[in-house]
């Protein structure tokens, strides 16, 4: 498996402004997920119908802003979660959010490295 960023977020203090800055920045496409979340998607790249990217490029989110220190995060695909937490304690990083599912998704946590940048990772639901 690839290494790489398959999903970013950025939080918002006011979603409307920002959704609508980088819809007319960038053309990107930003729409509400269905459900009781406040979560915008933000589409770079067109998706087929399991959301997955049709052409090369990454996706992400948006969000309202809950504390003061949200900052963008980078989503990276890992094979195993648990082995990548472990890996992230053993190199001097420390956990932000544990494991946790998201349905249909897979995996996810964050993590902060040892000069304090944010990391996510991502191990994506086994595709059957």
Do not use: C
Request: proline share 9%; net charge neutral.
């Amino acid at each position: 498996m690839d290494h790489t960023v398959v999903h970013f977020e950025i939080p918002a203090n006011n979603v409307e402004k920002l959704k609508k800055f980088y819809a007319d920045l960038f053309g990107w496409k930003i729409e509400k997920m269905p459900g009781p979340v406040d979560y915008w998607m933000i589409g770079t790249v067109p998706v087929d119908e399991k959301m997955m990217p049709l052409r090369p490029g990454v996706n992400g989110g948006l969000y309202k802003k809950e504390r003061p220190e949200n900052k963008p995060v980078n989503y990276v695909s890992v094979e195993s979660i648990d082995k990548y937490l472990e890996k992230v304690k053993a190199l001097g990083g420390k956990i932000v959010q544990p494991k946790q599912e998201v349905t249909d998704v897979g995996w996810v946590a964050v993590a902060m490295d040892p000069e304090g940048n944010q990391i996510a990772m991502l191990q994506p639901t086994q595709k059957k």
